[in-house]
């Protein structure tokens, strides 16, 4: 190999060319964008894009050490961005075994006055994706450095952070991989003005399809991430996850196998809609998409101040999982919302906070979740009603369950406003929920699933359910609320059983309780 270093600029704005053994030691780099020109920026390469005649693009065993900073000066137009430790933006190239240490940082000026499109920033690669017939594939590379962003331009669309690539978008007809990567890098992303959507995660920001083609496949394999993840500021929507933020394909499959993260993923700041797991934020796929084999060990934690003014998904592995099947799952890591964090909606679950199917129904099996979860947060306001549904296995799903396990114990601790009054009859409304398995089910079956955590309520309730009326709430060892059977009492190999004690010591004179061994608030 060769090494280059000391280098202050990209060694190449634009090229196709392909690269093998470069190393460039001790960057020291200043990106001036002051035209659409320069939105492209790595030490290695701004743009790799192959021109006609180039069939291959490939860069191996490349390494880059040292820092980049993003700097803005003002100028009236601002486009997608993308920058990345080694690469900022490659289009159909294979790179495979590279490593980045890089600190990349930025220095704003515009406190707000402009917007950012949207951008993608990774400590390897910036925006990964296809060009043609040619597929991109990331494999058996690390990022070991610090990405420290503070934006302070508003972002118009999309913000993509990875540890190893901001986004990576699969291509068409054919199958994109991110393999063998490893990430021990910190990321830390925070706005100081107002960002649409964003999405980071300790590998991946977007790992995503090409534009919804039914036949692109993207695959992710054999991660693992070790490398603090925390997102603040004032957002509309964040996704962030200890692997990827988003792992998404609308039209086509996504596959997300043995995959790990150790590391602490945090929010704070005002987050409208936050989704926060500790594999992923958000997963979405069609019937042929899966994740299996994966492992958080990671803390997953709502930190205090943090306002959460619509519906959040916290959890240990992914806090939205739409239409994806799910196999060999585990979760070691505290999910913890601190004291003071404000709620409104609020689905809290060790393996899933929030399941839903678009199309037909999916299954989730053989999870398992060992660790414990914290409520200890509090209304936006007095005025403001709250709903709380907490699981130990999954928050809310419609998916089919079978083999779960929870063994973390679950605290609603802080203060509560449950706005939903007690109902007349039990096909009415449901009200909180808080169990050891499942806190709310519906429209499919529920098989094998275990309980031996304790759940223990000292929250004090303030009844916003109506005048005269009491709000519902559900407390149970397995299933607060579901509107199917559930095997909780026979001696088949689908039995279900929990041995978990409930305390409820707080104060919830203005709240009915439905408690219940195994259910509380069965359908009927």
């Known amino acids: 190999g060769y090494a280059i270093k000391g280098l202050t600029a990209p060694l190449f704005h634009t090229t196709s060319a392909s690269f093998k053994g470069l190393h460039l030691v001790d960057v020291d780099m200043v990106s001036n964008i002051t035209a659409k020109a320069d939105r492209f920026y790595g030490a290695l390469v701004g743009l790799l894009k192959p021109v006609t005649g180039v069939t291959e693009l490939s860069v191996e065993n490349c390494s880059v050490s040292g820092k980049i900073k993003l700097h803005n000066p003002n100028y009236a137009v601002r486009d997608n961005i993308f920058l990345g430790g080694l690469i900022g933006a490659s289009y159909g190239a294979v790179i495979d075994s590279c490593e980045s240490s ?22 390897v690669v910036g925006i990964a994706t296809y060009s043609g017939e040619m597929y991109t ?53 925070q706005t100081t003005a107002s960002a649409t959507n964003v999405i980071v995660g300790g590998i991946a920001g977007t790992a995503s399809e090409a534009a919804s083609k039914a ?27 200890g692997v990827a933020g988003i792992a998404a394909v609308k039209a086509a499959t996504v596959q997300m196998t043995n995959c790990e993260n150790s590391a602490a993923v945090a929010i704070g700041g005002t987050i409208t809609t936050p989704c926060v797991g500790g594999i992923t934020g958000y997963a979405i796929g069609n019937a042929d998409s899966a994740f299996t084999g994966l492992t958080n060990s990671g803390s997953v934690t709502v930190k205090s101040g943090a306002v959460m003014s619509a519906t959040s998904a ?17 979760n ?20 899933i906070g929030i399941g839903t199917k678009d199309g037909a129904v999916t299954t989730v099996q053989n999870l398992t979740n060992n660790g414990p979860i914290t409520y200890n947060g509090e209304a ?47 096909t009415e409304a449901k009200g909180d929920c808080y169990a050891g398995v499942v806190a709310y089910k519906t429209m499919t079956s529920t098989n094998k699933v275990t309980n031996t955590g304790n759940i223990t309520v000292t929250a ?22 579901t509107s199917n059977n559930i095997n909780a009492a026979n001696e088949t190999e689908y039995k279900s059983v929990s041995s ?8 919830t004179t203005n709240c009915t309780l439905c408690i219940g061994g195994s259910i509380a608030h069965p359908y009927t």
């Open 102 to 123: 890089v600190t990349i940082t930025n220095n704003q000026y515009n406190n707000g006055s402009v917007t950012i499109k949207s951008f993608g920033f990774g400590g």
């Open 137 to 189: 594939s990331i494999s058996n590379t690390k990022f070991a450095g610090e990405i420290d962003l503070n934006i302070k331009e508003q972002i118009g669309t999309n913000a993509n952070v990875g540890g190893v690539v901001g986004y990576i978008q699969g291509s068409y007809n054919l199958v994109s991989n991110v393999s063998n990567c490893e990430s021990s890098g910190t990321i830390k992303f």
């Open 215 to 241: 036949t692109s496949v993207l695959n992710m394999s054999n991660c693992k991430s070790s490398g603090a993840v925390e997102v603040s500021g004032t957002i509309t929507t964040a996704n962030v996850g």
């Open 314 to 330: 916290i959890s240990g592995i992914a806090g939205i999982s739409k239409s994806c099947h799910m196999d060999t799952v585990v």
């Open 332 to 351: 070691n890591g505290a999910i913890v919302v601190e004291e003071g964090a404000k709620i409104v909606t609020c689905y809290i679950g060790g393996i």
């Open 380 to 426: 936006v306001d007095a005025t403001t009603a709250t709903q709380l549904r907490v699981g130990g296995v999954i928050a809310y799903t419609q998916s089919a369950i079978l083999n779960a396990t929870n063994t973390g114990d679950i605290t609603i601790a802080g203060s509560l406003n449950p706005g939903t009054a007690t109902p007349e009859t039990f």
């Open 460 to 481: 004090t309730m303030n009844s916003l359910a109506g005048e005269g009326k009491k709000a519902q709430v559900n407390i149970a060892g397995l299933v607060g609320y």
């Open 500 to 507: 978990g004690d409930i305390t409820v010591s707080g104060n």
